[in-house]
């Protein structure tokens, strides 16, 4: 035991013996009063401690060198493997085609006694053009690690070409003037003007009533513009609480308020750099964030919240509102100076109650984005289409269309798929008793009765379609009948 001891001690004496002679070494090299023997030794003690294995061998492919690493990876003394012949540890080795032709083979494939794969690089050693021997370094100990990064890195890839391509769909428009739908007079007349403010680098002002379609001829705009390769900002106004807005228009630096994220974050005029900028219900903006976006607009500069540095921002902004802006300013709520840059070039969308002879035209587009294309329309519902005022403009229409399409289950669509302020009196409907005398239960009851009779009228008596149609049992559809006398089948 005690003589096992004795030999570990010593052997750490030589180690710690060795370790102190290469340090002398190493600081006799850095301080330029090397010899021969401390350079060999301090760069043997370099190749020992970098990642990749190294092996030189001589123009025989015997072995001149081995670095610890290799060592390692073989299994052997790197100092015992001097003198051998490099294919006792790789059979296959081409070392001798490298000496042979001159040439380096980077990025091969090879294997060790152990079938373990690896990559390296051959690189022949020349002296005055002759080749006098030949590297063998290792680039990945093991070749799987290299296909595990490789794949790795092809599935970052992937990411960020996904990621890239739904921020590039996020910013770019979803409409052109083409694709508005409608041919009247009030429409086209208007599609015609905002094309040519489109082709301008001015501030663009949409007004209209809500569900007229200013964001879609917001996207044309940008569409038409000479910046319509950009990217295309939305920021709805209305839908961001006034203390955020601010931060979200402009961006802040770390720590600029409580709660802001520690690595700031870009403002959406940042981000519509080079393209456009379209602010929804630009009414809702503060009094500051009207000054702050109004000086932005007149220098092109942008400061972030919390930021000392000005950045340079070039982007055309479009604004919309359903709010009068000029009784806004009456009240102090918008600045006049804003409003008279952006008024310059202003487009009011006309309600759907103008475009009377669109409404067919609408109603068949809504269809065919439902994938129903092929479902028909009776006249009398077209005809109470028609005749609606529509006060929640297209937007209401393609809820409507979409309710009628839901409840016709496919097939023609008639009045009664029609909400009930659509239809105000058309032929058909049942109707609430007239007689003022009369409590609600009998008002109630008159109007079940008759709705029940249209019913029956529209499916020929057939209580099952019937009681389909109403969404009420056949049990219950029996016993109403027979509460109003009514016949069945």
């Not at 025989?60 to 493997?81: Q, S, W």
């Not at 038409?224 to 839908?239: I, L, M, T, W």
């Not at 809820?399 to 105000?424: D, F, K, M, Q, T």
């Not at 009228?457 to 219950?476: D, E, F, I, P």
């Amino acid at each position: 035991m005690d003589q096992e001891n004795s030999k570990d001690r010593l052997c750490a004496a030589e180690r710690s013996n060795g370790a102190k002679s290469m340090a002398g070494s190493a600081m006799r090299v850095l301080s330029g009063a090397a010899d021969l023997g401390d350079l060999v030794d301090f760069l043997s003690m370099v190749l020992d401690n970098v990642y990749s294995g190294i092996i030189v061998c001589d123009s025989d492919c015997r072995i001149v060198f081995m670095n610890r690493v290799y060592g390692e990876l073989l299994g052997t003394d790197p100092k015992a493997a001097v003198g051998d012949y490099l294919d006792k540890y790789f059979p296959h080795t081409r070392m001798p085609q490298v000496l042979s032709t001159g040439r380096s083979e980077l990025g091969q494939r090879c294997s060790l006694k152990t079938d373990m794969p690896m990559l390296v690089n051959r690189i022949p050693l020349r002296i005055k053009g002759q080749v006098v021997g030949v590297i063998l370094q290792t680039i990945f100990r093991d070749y799987t690690a290299m296909t595990d990064l490789i794949t790795r890195l092809q599935g970052l890839e992937s990411e960020v070409k996904y990621y890239k391509k739904g921020l590039n769909r996020l910013l770019s428009p979803l409409y052109s003037f083409k694709t508005i739908v409608g041919s009247s007079p009030a429409l086209t007349g208007v599609k015609t003007v905002a094309a040519k403010y489109a082709r301008t680098e001015a501030p663009v002002l949409i007004t209209g009533a809500t569900g007229t379609g200013k964001e879609m001829f917001a996207h044309a705009v940008h569409s038409a513009s000479p910046r319509a390769s950009g990217p295309f900002v939305c920021v709805n106004c209305a839908a961001i609480p006034r203390e955020l807005l601010e931060s979200e228009l402009f961006g802040y630096e770390s720590g600029a308020f409580t709660g802001a994220s520690r690595k700031g974050k870009v403002g959406q005029i940042q981000l519509a750099h080079l393209g456009t900028l379209f602010l929804d219900e630009i009414g809702e903006l503060s009094p500051k964030a009207q000054a702050t976006l109004l000086r932005v607009l007149e220098t092109k500069m942008l400061e972030r919240l919390g930021g000392v540095k000005q950045v340079a921002v070039d982007f055309r902004l479009v604004a919309a509102t359903n709010r009068d802006l000029r009784e806004m300013m009456s009240r102090g709520e918008f600045r006049d100076d804003l409003y008279y840059r952006l008024s310059t070039m202003a487009v009011e969308i006309p309600p759907l109650s103008m475009r009377g002879q669109d409404i067919p035209l609408l109603v068949r587009h809504f269809l065919m984005a439902l994938d129903h294309p092929d479902t028909p329309v009776s006249e009398e519902a077209m005809e109470a289409l028609e005749n609606y005022a529509w006060p929640g403009n297209v937007r209401e229409l393609k809820n409507v269309i979409e309710r009628a399409v839901s409840l016709s289950e496919g097939h023609e669509i008639e009045l009664e798929h029609l909400p009930g302020e659509i239809l105000g009196g058309q032929a058909g409907e049942p109707q609430v008793c007239e007689n003022p005398d009369t409590t609600l239960a009998e008002q109630v009851a008159c109007f079940e009765k008759r709705v029940l009779e249209h019913a029956l009228a529209k499916n020929q008596g057939n209580m099952t379609k019937t009681a389909k149609m109403l969404g009420v049992s056949r049990s219950t559809l029996y016993e109403k009948c027979r509460r109003y006398d009514l016949s069945e089948t």
